[in-house]
């Protein structure tokens, strides 16, 4: 179960970091992603990262976010975090994150792989 959390309202050029818990199990190895919906669009993927064998394999960004955002993890709390930096009216969406328990690096930005789904933050950069 992932529980997704810190979404709010900020105005452009602030910061916000997203939170994911992730409970009911600790796996070696897997793909941690956040992706994001915006009113009338398709979800996109943001930004994920590789667990492999108990320790960070690699992590991957959108362009759109590339040098903006940084997704980590806190291995002791099984937590994932995006931080999102400068932040402009374009990133509002809902911010979703997700586990592939397949862990495959080609597939890390597709969210038809991933197998389980949080419930989603809202996430509103206005002036």
């Known amino acids: 179960q992932l529980q997704a959390s810190g979404g709010g309202l900020v105005q452009p050029g602030d910061s916000l970091r997203l939170s994911c818990k992730a409970s009911g199990g600790i796996f070696s190895s897997y793909n941690m992603g956040w992706f994001r919906q915006a009113p009338g669009k398709e979800r996109e993927f943001v930004a994920a990262?590789?667990?492999?064998?108990?320790?960070?394999?690699?992590?991957d960004y959108a362009n759109s976010v590339k040098g903006r955002f940084t997704i980590s993890r806190d291995s002791a709390k099984n937590t994932v975090y995006l931080k999102m930096s400068s932040l402009k009216p374009e990133d509002t969406a809902v911010y979703f994150c997700?586990?592939?328990?397949?862990?495959?690096?080609?597939?890390?930005?597709?969210?038809?792989?991933?197998?389980?789904w949080g419930q989603g933050t809202l996430v509103t950069v206005s002036s």
């Open positions: 990262i590789n667990w492999y064998r108990w320790s960070v394999g690699s992590t």
């Open positions: 997700a586990v592939d328990f397949a862990a495959a690096i080609s597939t890390i930005r597709q969210p038809s792989k991933y197998d389980i």
